[in-house]
């Protein structure tokens, strides 16, 4: 599986998630899932509704995605993954990540150190829940 | 008729579509006709016992349905019922408690590379995302000093090694008894005789070559702790008794060091994670050492072989995890295995504001006497003085002369099936108060145990009871095998 990115679209997650740092960010990947891969036509922030410990953990509320999804359909398209950030930590997801997500969807995860992103990748988990395998995404590599 | 809209996630298993009309009068009512349409929905919304997933909302419109009146909701023609996945995530703050620790702050170019030969040895690591290879990168980056090399440093040193830490250092000066090697596997029966660190590089070299040992053939000391430790990313404690226990928790803590806690007595085995920068240490645990005596070593109690086994590998584990900075590390948490009842607990550890060397305001600076902090008498104040003494030569020649001599063997029955002394009489040390009665005052008494301990402490409380004709067997029937029968066994 692939996702097209987009630079325009890498970088408007890049400056969420350099904004939000030190805290984490979180927003959607609106696009369309087709026999290609998947396609980002859009990026929506969302807020990190974790006041206790917003710089290291995201909660994005049901309510958001919920207007998300309703607004992507509107549109003729889908959310078809997540993005979030990682202050000081590598852009790989961790065990919390893992016991929270969802096959299908794409999660792109930013690693900020010292308030500049250094690394972007994206994790599909696959259909057991067991683990995270990285997933080839165009346009999203740092310079 | 109410519409369910399915998030695209779940699209897969309703053919594609992003909503469909059920029949209904409730929430519960509408999932089940769901479900019953598209069977493979129910794993993905409902657990096995038929809760709701925790990782799945209902909203009924724009409402939680637990706000509302969760599953019996009643629903119109024109609700719509969504499942909404919940969306969490985030960095492991906690699991990664080397995060100040060199190599995750590293880039990755500055960790050292994987040959041929290792991407092959370690490939079911490398396979793996929680480690892949930038994990095993870190592990071969990474060193771990394991203090003994005994019941629980022999399985650590094994797996560690076999794991692809970079440098592992081992502290140990004993030698092998045969009484180790029903439980310190890294030692073979030929071994029998050799220093200890001699025989467990040895194991190592052949498990894996790529390993770089540090042997400290020493005690360790208040002395030399601070220097033996420093260099090392991670500290496991194997030892089995207190003071080096208290003397590895606080060097640990003054130099800002894991340490991965194991003990075992008997059928029981406990292990932790001490890190004071972000949890308790075993101080916070046990502030004060239990009186010296009260608490018996595996020498005096026994330990099921196997356990040391257990507790060493949950100890390794922890050691990977915390290299790799991943799951959930076992800091202010004791893990307590009974492997009789094969029951495991776990117990909520906390720090202690006033401990008095991780707490707000510390009162031990640098390492202490431990010998004296936990009691243990200096060899001087040990002994009971000559003239309770005898030694078996002297016993043996008494009794071969016919002399009224009764030997009082204060051992636990299980040591007295082991071996015996003929003619001596059985009363284990526990049960000498209320068994008075059975041992005459007007024979000469001669107290005997494994080693002397025991029976010392016998003499003591049969000096109290008023007996006076008493003598304390030198060196118990280990020394009695040695100078007298060598046909009675050791153990």
Known sequence: MTIEVGAAHRDEMRRHAEEAYPHECCGFLVGVNGEKGKTIRSIRRAANTRDDSPQNRYLIDPLEFLKAERQARADGLDIIGIYHSHPDHPARPSEFDREHAWPYYSYIIFSVERGNVVDARSWLLDESRAAFTEEAAEGLEIQ | ?491
């Open chain 2, 1 to 491: 008729m109410p519409k369910i809209v399915i998030p695209s996630a779940l699209k897969g298993f309703t053919g594609g579509h992003g909503e469909v009309n059920v029949e209904g009068a409730t929430v519960g009512a509408a999932l089940d006709a769901f479900v019953e349409r598209f069977p493979d929905m129910r794993k993905h919304l409902y657990d096995d016992s038929g809760r709701l997933r925790h990782f799945v909302n209902i909203y009924v419109n724009d409402a939680d349905m637990r706000e509302l009146q969760k599953t019996e909701t009643p629903l119109n023609e024109t609700d719509e019922v969504s499942i909404v996945p919940a969306i969490a995530g985030g960095v492991d703050t906690a699991a990664d408690p080397l995060s100040g620790q060199p190599w995750l702050n590293n880039r990755l170019s500055s960790l050292p590379e994987l040959n041929q030969e290792e991407k092959l040895r370690y490939s079911r690591h490398l396979i793996m995302p929680e480690v892949g290879v930038e994990g095993q990168r870190k592990l071969k980056a990474a060193s771990v000093i394991c203090i003994g090399t005994g019941g629980l440093g022999a399985p650590l040193a094994l797996y560690l090694s076999a794991a692809g830490i970079g440098r592992i250092g081992l502290v140990d000066y004993d030698v092998v008894d045969f009484t180790n090697l029903h439980r310190q596997v890294i030692h073979f029966t030929g071994d029998v005789g050799k220093p200890k660190l001699q025989s467990a590089a040895e194991k190592i070299e052949q498990i894996n070559p790529n390993v770089t040992l540090d042997l400290h053939e020493t005690v360790l000391t208040s002395e030399n702790a601070m220097d033996i430790l420093r260099p090392y990313d991670i500290v496991i404690d194997g030892t089995d008794n207190f003071p080096t226990r208290y003397l590895v928790n606080d060097a640990c803590v003054l130099l800002g060091k894991p340490n991965v806690y194991g003990s075992i007595f008997r059928f029981e085995g406990m292990a932790s994670v001490f890190d004071a920068r972000r949890g308790p240490c075993y101080r916070c645990m046990f502030p004060e050492p239990p009186p010296p005596g009260m608490v018996p070593s595996c020498a005096e109690g026994g330990v099921l072989g196997i356990l040391p086994g257990l507790i060493g590998v949950v100890q390794a584990t922890e050691a990977i995890k915390l290299i790799l900075g991943i799951g959930d590390p076992l800091i202010g948490r004791l893990l307590w295995i009974d492997a009789l009842k094969m029951r495991i607990r776990e117990l909520k550890l906390a720090k202690d504001p006033d401990c008095p060397v991780c707490g707000v305001n510390p009162t031990i600076h640098e390492l202490i006497d431990y010998q004296q902090f936990c009691g243990i008498p200096t060899h001087q104040e040990e002994g009971l003085g000559s003239e309770w003494e005898i030694t078996p030569r002297e016993v043996k020649a008494r009794l071969d002369r016919g002399d009224r001599l009764q030997i009082i063997d204060v051992r636990n029955p299980e040591e007295w099936e082991i071996s015996r002394i003929e003619g001596a009489r059985l009363v284990p040390l526990p049960q000498l108060a209320d068994r008075l009665g059975e041992i005459p005052r007007d024979v000469d008494l001669v107290l005997q145990c494994k080693s002397g301990v025991r029976s010392a402490r016998a003499l003591e409380q049969l000096r109290d009871a008023g007996y006076t004709r008493l003598k304390n067997l030198q060196g118990g029937i280990l020394a009695w095998s040695d100078e007298v029968d060598p046909s009675v066994a050791k153990y």
